[in-house]
């Protein structure tokens, strides 16, 4: 397969607050961006361990082959050079202006700015290294930066985002704003009036006001049902969902900034400052881990967000992964979960965990709604070119949980309850290899279950699973379920894996 083009990489750092924080944010050369950890946690203990995390810069440049290029400052190196390589990254250093380290009058910073800037670094940018478009890579609030580029800044002028930006990938960016568990509202309705530090970019208002084009501007502000989070609102041009991927934090317990206070007003269902539901665009590629908003365990500087920014920039096969035609008992006293964690083989992380312990199973349909179901579980961006040494399939590994909670009275009844025990429970382990004698992959499947003695061991010994559907450019296949699964989600439920090309 052709792989993916080393298109350049755009850096937009979050939020920094007020001026002391945007003074110490502007003292680093490459915004955070080169900041590592050592610091992990992992296994059903959730204790630390030591593990060591160059930083997505340092290995993007060691992995990728990317160049870090300064000449007494990136904004000085493009300025002196007439050319660049396509394979490059670049730091949009917006706060400097906003800094008073430098001597100047420092100016208010402004979210709309920030992203006429940033048109105006990746016109720069094309212009010299030629590339067609650039990546986009954003935490938190540069995220937004981001969005209101392609959603307001470029459609205003009459351009097409996806005519400069390849792909988008963020790191717990409050795609629906910063909301908190506690104050009934109160707290961000003084944020939003205050404007303090110019902390309402996160309230409704002013979200609506740097995500929407002049064209579709409701002078009464965002009408009833707005959501923040949509990049998709009807307009001739929306970036398409399907180069669109959010990174979603569940660990708030970790971030201790205002010691604390932060993560205790957000609340747990948070990286400690992003609720998990306002931490994606809905319909957007989306994984979580088990990281916090920033500091000691982050998600920039992890290894978890690295594998999957890696493997989405330059990955070549995506697998969708859905069960379907799924039909659970009929109990109107019952509520069904499921969790799901991925594992890569080779790699010594999770790169996506999905479970009630850390607030974000996936709802499967109610127990009393009739007819089968198709649940979406995760979506997968492999790379034939990272395959671990000796092997010759790109393998991963799917853990399915299924659980019930059971109800009485409208109250959680534990009557018959079995603490962190589920009624399914197995492991999928999935090869796929590109076979050049076939139009498709050739793809291979296994449930944990079914296999004698340790997985590393194991060897699909049988033929490649077929492909159900005769369409070109994409595989699918149906896998069943486990026997023991039958009596939870039906008969006829079925584990469907879908393998397109990517690049």
Same mark, same amino acid.
């Given at each position: 397969m052709t792989p993916a083009p080393k298109l350049p990489i755009v850096y937009v750092r979050g939020y920094a607050g007020n001026t002391a924080g945007i003074d110490t944010a502007v003292t680093d050369p490459f915004y955070g961006f080169n900041l590592g950890s050592t610091h992990i946690r992992i296994g059903p203990d959730d204790q630390p361990c030591f593990f060591q995390f160059e930083s997505p810069l340092l290995r993007l440049h060691l992995d990728e082959g990317y160049k870090i290029l300064v000449d007494g400052g990136q904004e000085a190196y493009l300025a002196t050079h007439d050319t660049i390589p396509q394979d490059s990254i670049w730091i949009h250093r917006f706060y400097d202006t906003s800094a008073t380290t430098w001597g100047a009058s420092p100016h208010e910073f402004r979210l709309e700015t920030a992203a006429q800037d940033l048109l105006t670094l990746i016109e720069t940018i094309r212009a010299k290294s030629q590339a067609p478009r650039v990546?986009? /890579?954003?935490?938190s609030m540069g995220g937004l930066v981001c969005r209101c580029l392609m959603q307001k800044i470029l459609p205003d002028q009459g351009c097409d985002p996806a005519?400069? /930006?390849?792909?988008?990938?963020?790191?717990? !960016?409050?795609h629906g704003g910063i909301a908190f568990d506690v104050g009934f509202g109160v707290l961000e309705r003084l944020r939003d009036i205050t404007g303090i530090n110019g902390a309402d970019i996160f309230g409704p208002q002013r979200m609506y006001e740097?995500? !929407?084009p002049k064209s579709d501007v409701d002078p009464g502000g965002p009408p009833a049902g707005w959501d923040a989070r949509s990049m998709s609102p009807g307009g001739p041009s929306d970036f398409p969902l399907g180069r669109v991927f959010c990174l979603i934090g569940t660990d708030p317990t970790d971030y201790d900034v205002a010691h604390g206070l932060s993560a205790a007003t957000v609340g747990p269902r948070s990286d400690g400052l992003v609720q998990i539901d306002n931490a994606y665009v809905p319909g957007a590629y989306r994984a979580y881990v088990h990281r916090s908003h920033s500091g000691t365990y982050g998600l920039v500087n992890s290894e978890e967000g690295y594998q999957n920014l890696?493997?989405?920039?330059f990955g070549d096969r995506k697998v969708e992964t859905t069960l379907v035609d799924a039909l659970l008992p009929q109990r109107p006293d019952t509520t069904w979960q499921a969790e799901v964690l991925l594992s890569v083989r080779g790699l010594q992380i999770v790169t996506h965990e999905?479970?009630?312990?850390?607030?974000?199973p996936i709802q499967l349909p109610d127990g009393a709604a009739a007819g089968t179901a198709s649940v979406p579980l995760v979506t997968t961006f492999l790379n034939s070119a990272l395959l671990a040494a000796g092997a010759?399939?790109?393998?991963y590994a799917l853990h399915l949980r299924i659980l019930s909670l059971h109800r009485c009275d409208g109250l959680l009844s534990f009557k018959d309850h079995?603490?962190?025990t589920a009624d399914f429970d197995d492991i999928l382990v999935i090869d796929v290899r590109a076979d050049p004698s076939a139009a498709g992959p050739a793809v291979?499947?296994?449930?944990?279950?079914?296999?004698t003695g340790p997985i590393s061991a194991y060897r699909p010994d049988g033929g490649a699973l077929d492909d159900e559907n005769p369409a070109a450019g994409i595989w699918v296949n149906d896998i069943e379920l486990p026997a023991t699964a039958a009596p939870i989600v039906g008969q006829d439920a079925r584990i469907r894996l879908t393998v397109t090309p990517w690049n």
């Open positions: 990546h986009l /890579v954003a935490h005519d400069y /930006v390849d792909k988008f990938f963020t790191y717990g !960016t409050p740097y995500l !929407t890696r493997r989405f920039l999905q479970t009630t312990a850390q607030w974000c010759d399939t790109m393998r079995l603490e962190q291979s499947a296994t449930w944990n279950s079914a296999i």
